[in-house]
């Protein structure tokens, strides 16, 4: 209960300051439009009706959180999972490319950080272009990706997919590769003293060795994986998907569903970084290790 607590406390204290910093910029980014209307409307409200206005705006600039919190409700929990309003249908358009993005990220990730640890070639020409590749923003990147598989008639999830697999593959990458040159001398020259071979080494010490630092790294990849696939929405035209709803809330200045959508996005981010944790400290424990 104590570890429980020790965690949840802190979470929510700063949850809460977090809130009333959201309460305080909505009334501020929101008073210069409601003092026109009050203007035009021959209106002089008091102080406490002045920012109970302000903080109900049907599209205001900063949508208030309460604004938002009745907003996610009823689109998540309120309509049919099958509507285009819905939130959880919008989600899982955007998570189905996400997980796919991931799984490939990871894996060419893993495939990298092997070639690298066996290859110094590859560690001195291959590591540096990596690095580069990051520099790119992503937002140069996914119209030509859309336009290019469009071109040969791939479109849907494959694109949307790849995208995410250009962020997610990264932090794998350099994880694995800090996971795998993580056994110290003494256990190597252990391993070659019992005259273990080169894929003896790597399977049973390089391998469970790097598994803390491939689960570390790829909360970081799912995560990015996630930007990646709402990113790749933007510019697709897609009518469905976290990006696509932000897109079309844009149009349309609706900054509550804009808001709504990004906690809905902020939600499915925290749930697969939680997901892949679990499934890391399961992995740990069956190796043997202790829980912390």
Same mark, same amino acid.
């Given at each position: 209960?104590?570890?429980?607590?020790?965690?949840?406390?802190?979470?929510?204290?700063?949850?809460?300051?977090?809130?009333?910093?959201? $309460?305080? +910029?909505?009334?501020?980014?929101?008073?210069?439009?409601?003092?026109?209307?009050?203007?035009?409307?021959?209106?002089?409200?008091?102080? /406490?009706?002045?920012?109970?206005?302000? !903080?109900?705006?049907?599209? *205001?600039?900063?949508?208030? *959180?309460?604004?938002?919190?009745?907003?996610?409700?009823?689109?998540?929990?309120?309509?049919?999972?099958?509507?285009?309003?819905?939130?959880?249908?919008?989600?899982?358009?955007?998570?189905?490319?996400?997980?796919?993005?991931?799984?490939?990220?990871?894996?060419?990730?893993?495939?990298?950080? /092997?070639?690298?640890?066996?290859?110094?070639?590859?560690?001195?020409?291959?590591?540096?272009? !990596?690095?580069?590749?990051?520099?790119? %923003?992503?937002? +140069?990147?996914? %119209?030509?990706?859309?336009?290019?598989?469009?071109?040969?008639?791939?479109?849907?999830?494959?694109?949307?997919?790849?995208?995410?697999? $250009?962020?997610?593959?990264? %932090?794998?990458?350099?994880?694995? /590769?800090?996971?795998?040159?993580?056994?110290?001398?003494?256990?190597?020259?252990?391993?070659?003293? $019992?005259?273990?071979?080169?894929?003896?080494?790597?399977?049973?010490?390089? /391998?469970?060795?790097?598994? *803390?630092?491939?689960?570390?790294?790829?909360?970081?990849?799912?995560?990015?994986? !996630?930007?990646?696939?709402? &990113?790749?929405?933007?510019?697709?035209?897609?009518?469905?998907?976290?990006?696509?709803?932000? !897109?079309?809330?844009? $149009?349309?200045?609706?900054?509550?569903?804009?808001?709504?959508?990004?906690?809905?996005?902020?939600?499915?981010?925290?749930?697969? &970084?939680?997901?892949?944790?679990?499934?890391?400290?399961?992995?740990?424990?069956?190796?043997?290790?202790?829980?912390?």
């Amino acid at each position: 209960m104590d570890r429980a607590r020790d965690r949840i406390v802190p979470v929510l204290a700063i949850l809460a300051g977090l809130v009333v910093v959201w $309460y305080i +910029a909505a009334v501020l980014l929101n008073a210069p439009f409601q003092r026109d209307l009050d203007r035009r409307a021959g209106e002089a409200p008091d102080t /406490v009706a002045f920012i109970a206005k302000t !903080l109900s705006q049907p599209k *205001p600039t900063m949508p208030a *959180p309460h604004q938002v919190a009745a907003n996610f409700f009823e689109n998540t929990f309120l309509r049919k999972i099958t509507s285009n309003r819905s939130l959880v249908y919008h989600a899982w358009v955007t998570l189905s490319s996400t997980l796919m993005g991931f799984a490939f990220g990871t894996a060419l990730g893993v495939l990298i950080a /092997v070639g690298i640890v066996h290859f110094t070639s590859l560690d001195r020409s291959l590591m540096p272009w !990596l690095i580069a590749s990051q520099t790119i %923003p992503i937002l +140069a990147i996914a %119209p030509m990706v859309i336009v290019v598989f469009a071109a040969i008639g791939v479109t849907g999830i494959i694109p949307k997919s790849l995208i995410s697999t $250009y962020l997610s593959f990264f %932090p794998v990458a350099v994880g694995m /590769v800090k996971g795998l040159r993580s056994p110290e001398i003494t256990h190597l020259d252990l391993m070659h003293t $019992y005259n273990a071979s080169a894929s003896q080494t790597f399977w049973k010490l390089r /391998v469970p060795a790097s598994t *803390p630092f491939l689960f570390a790294s790829m909360k970081v990849a799912v995560a990015a994986s !996630l930007v990646g696939a709402i &990113v790749a929405e933007l510019p697709t035209g897609a009518v469905a998907g976290i990006g696509a709803k932000l !897109l079309s809330a844009s $149009y349309y200045s609706q900054t509550i569903d804009m808001w709504s959508a990004l906690v809905a996005g902020s939600i499915v981010a925290a749930l697969l &970084v939680t997901l892949v944790g679990q499934i890391g400290r399961l992995v740990d424990r069956s190796m043997g290790a202790r829980p912390a």
